[in-house]
């Protein structure tokens, strides 16, 4: 099956500190890929959703200035968390797929984010 | 609005026993429907998927799950479960919103394994 890879898999830093998670499709290209937060013992939350080139689109409630998305190539996403408080503390899961509502998304392993 | 129930939030099972996870689902359009589990500190795997034709779809390790359009159910099955099989395990249909294709999912079904 489809290859995705999200990397870091557990950050733990200062409050006040910008951090940066980086999804990977390995073997296709993710012309559409999704962030979603995920609280202990919940559901999925999707964040936001981007297309290759274009600005992601925010779900109601996720502040893009807080959640920064690049979505820079066919196998690249960035989520950046800046000025990173304890109350982002959560498990951030990235997923790509190519768009088509047919096809499955397939998600990286997740990064557990702590914060101090 | 489309939207996903899973009616279990917790279902203990013994090992060998039969199981069923239900997910029921609301949608006024032809629907595509996914189950995912989730192991410990980890993303989500798809477990199978039902897009149209046989109703019946199976994995590759002894899930089924059918698909029921007059009850609006995806209830996921196993006749014989292993400890391994211990997971989250979650509901999702495929809408189109905002110009994307989205999921949306239920809330997760925990499906602990006793000895």
């Known amino acids: 099956g489809a290859v995705v890879s999200q990397h870091p898999s557990r950050v733990i830093c200062k409050s006040g500190t910008s951090v940066k998670i980086e999804c990977r499709s390995l073997?296709?290209?993710?012309?559409?890929m999704f962030w979603y937060r995920q609280f202990p013992k919940q559901s999925l939350m999707l964040m936001a959703t981007s297309n290759e080139g274009s600005k992601a689109t925010y779900e109601q409630g996720v502040e893009k200035d807080k959640f920064l998305i690049n979505h820079a190539s066919l196998t690249l996403s960035t989520l950046t968390v800046t000025s990173a408080h304890p109350e982002d503390s959560s498990f951030y899961i990235c997923s790509a797929s190519s768009g088509q509502r047919n096809q499955p998304q397939h998600f990286g392993d997740g990064t557990r984010l702590s914060i101090l | 609005a489309q939207s996903v129930t899973q009616l279990d939030s917790q279902v203990p099972v013994f090992e060998e026993a039969p199981v069923e996870l239900r997910c029921n689902y609301s949608?006024?359009?032809?629907?595509?429907l996914f189950w995912y589990v989730q192991y410990p500190n980890q993303g989500l795997q798809l477990l199978l998927k039902?897009?149209?034709?046989?109703?019946l779809v199976e994995s590759i390790n002894g899930f089924e799950a059918e698909f029921n359009k007059s009850q609006t159910s995806f209830h996921l099955r196993k006749p014989s479960v292993h400890i391994s099989d211990t997971a989250e395990y979650f509901c999702a249909v495929s809408v189109y919103s905002g110009g994307y294709n989205k999921l949306i999912f239920g809330a997760g079904t925990r499906l602990a394994v006793h000895p």
């Open positions: 949608s006024s359009v032809s629907v595509y």
């Open positions: 073997d296709f290209q993710a012309t559409t």
């Open positions: 039902y897009l149209s034709g046989s109703t």
